[in-house]
């Protein structure tokens, strides 16, 4: 699709994407902290009003590339101006995003090469920075896995919560085991066995469902997951009820990242096209605060 000039499109040319001046001048800091850029403006879906990309413009360079907006963390303090930091990209990184040509095409294609670009900078210790694994839609604290000071530290880099002696969810923070997986079309779809947790940084991963027909048990990353207190359920917005019985089965035992590979790029395979922006890379933070 052809993006219009910044100051909007003309009669009769609707667009589904469309810029937006609101945070243009805004300075990016990239997940160094080492100045990246700044804001040229944004891509904001026509229908909706949502901001699905930021337009970057690099130091020094003149070349612009384009954000999902999940991948950046928009900061505000009281009276002061807002600062953007991105969650996994190097300002060397950014070298490696397809160009974007202000007023120039964002059609399907480009899309997905750009987001596959911004994927291969999740790696190594940047891993779970990605969208996909940010736990604010479950749980309220940084921490919401606590260790007791006698337990063993766990060598292993993911575990089931319910294989880790002296590990438990935090005082404050909702158990969710036991609770019904409602998909994005209202159905339950099966039950949360148990968590998948990062011992080292006492965050949660995934949970394990147990499905009420094949696969018996999938993985799903937290950050596709909401939770419903009142109700004691977790819901999938973005995930039917076919979405989630196509993931690869999960077979009790280590989670691999050959594992972690295999589920995410099954679900994003799902949410492509039409479906593209139900993915958590275009869902500011907020929207993924607990409810």
Same mark, same amino acid.
């Given at each position: 699709?052809?993006?219009?000039?910044?100051?909007?499109?003309?009669?009769?040319?609707?667009?589904?994407?469309?810029?937006?001046? $609101? /945070?243009?001048?805004? +300075?990016?800091?990239?997940?160094? =902290?080492?100045?990246? !850029?700044?804001?040229?403006? %944004? #891509?904001?879906?026509?229908?909706?009003?949502?901001?699905?990309?930021?337009?970057?413009?690099?130091?020094?360079?003149?070349?612009?590339?384009?954000?999902?907006?999940?991948?950046?963390?928009?900061?505000?303090?009281?009276?002061?101006?807002?600062?953007?930091?991105?969650?996994?990209?190097?300002?060397? $990184? /950014?070298?490696?995003? +397809?160009?974007?040509?202000?007023? =120039?095409?964002?059609? !399907?294609?480009?899309?997905? %090469? #750009?987001?596959?670009?911004?994927?291969?900078?999740?790696?190594?210790?940047?891993?779970?920075?990605?969208?996909?694994?940010?736990?604010?839609?479950?749980?309220?604290?940084?921490?919401?896995?606590?260790?007791?000071?006698?337990?063993?530290?766990?060598?292993?880099?993911?575990?089931?919560?319910?294989?880790?002696?002296?590990?438990?969810?935090?005082?404050?923070?909702?158990?969710?085991?036991?609770?019904?997986?409602?998909?994005?079309?209202?159905?339950?779809?099966?039950?949360?066995?148990?968590?998948?947790?990062?011992?080292?940084?006492?965050?949660?991963?995934?949970?394990?469902?147990?499905?009420?027909?094949?696969?018996?048990?999938?993985?799903?990353?937290?950050?596709?997951?909401?939770?419903?207190?009142?109700?004691?359920?977790?819901?999938?917005?973005?995930?039917?009820?076919?979405?989630?019985?196509?993931?690869?089965?999960?077979?009790?035992?280590?989670?691999?990242?050959?594992?972690?590979?295999?589920?995410?790029?099954?679900?994003?395979?799902?949410?492509?096209?039409?479906?593209?922006?139900?993915?958590?890379?275009?869902?500011?933070?907020?929207?993924?605060?607990?409810?």
């Amino acid at each position: 699709m052809r993006a219009p000039p910044l100051y909007g499109p003309g009669p009769g040319e609707p667009q589904p994407l469309r810029p937006v001046p $609101d /945070l243009a001048g805004t +300075p990016v800091e990239d997940v160094q =902290g080492e100045h990246a !850029g700044i804001i040229y403006g %944004a #891509l904001a879906d026509a229908d909706t009003g949502l901001i699905r990309y930021l337009d970057l413009a690099l130091e020094d360079t003149g070349r612009h590339v384009l954000v999902p907006l999940g991948h950046a963390r928009i900061e505000r303090e009281t009276g002061a101006r807002p600062q953007i930091r991105l969650r996994a990209a190097t300002r060397d $990184d /950014l070298e490696e995003i +397809p160009p974007f040509e202000p007023h =120039g095409d964002v059609d !399907g294609p480009y899309q997905q %090469a #750009l987001l596959a670009a911004h994927g291969r900078f999740f790696y190594g210790e940047r891993y779970y920075a990605h969208p996909a694994y940010d736990h604010a839609g479950l749980y309220a604290g940084e921490h919401p896995i606590v260790r007791e000071p006698t337990a063993p530290r766990s060598p292993a880099p993911l575990e089931r919560l319910s294989d880790l002696p002296g590990y438990r969810v935090a005082t404050g923070e909702p158990d969710i085991r036991g609770w019904r997986l409602i998909t994005g079309q209202g159905h339950t779809t099966g039950i949360i066995e148990d968590l998948v947790v990062d011992p080292r940084f006492e965050k949660v991963r995934y949970v394990i469902v147990r499905l009420s027909r094949p696969p018996e048990r999938v993985l799903i990353p937290v950050g596709f997951l909401q939770i419903d207190q009142p109700t004691e359920t977790v819901r999938t917005p973005a995930l039917s009820d076919d979405d989630i019985h196509s993931l690869p089965p999960y077979r009790l035992g280590a989670v691999t990242r050959a594992d972690e590979e295999r589920v995410r790029k099954a679900i994003e395979k799902r949410l492509d096209g039409d479906r593209r922006f139900q993915r958590p890379d275009f869902a500011p933070i907020a929207d993924r605060a607990r409810r």
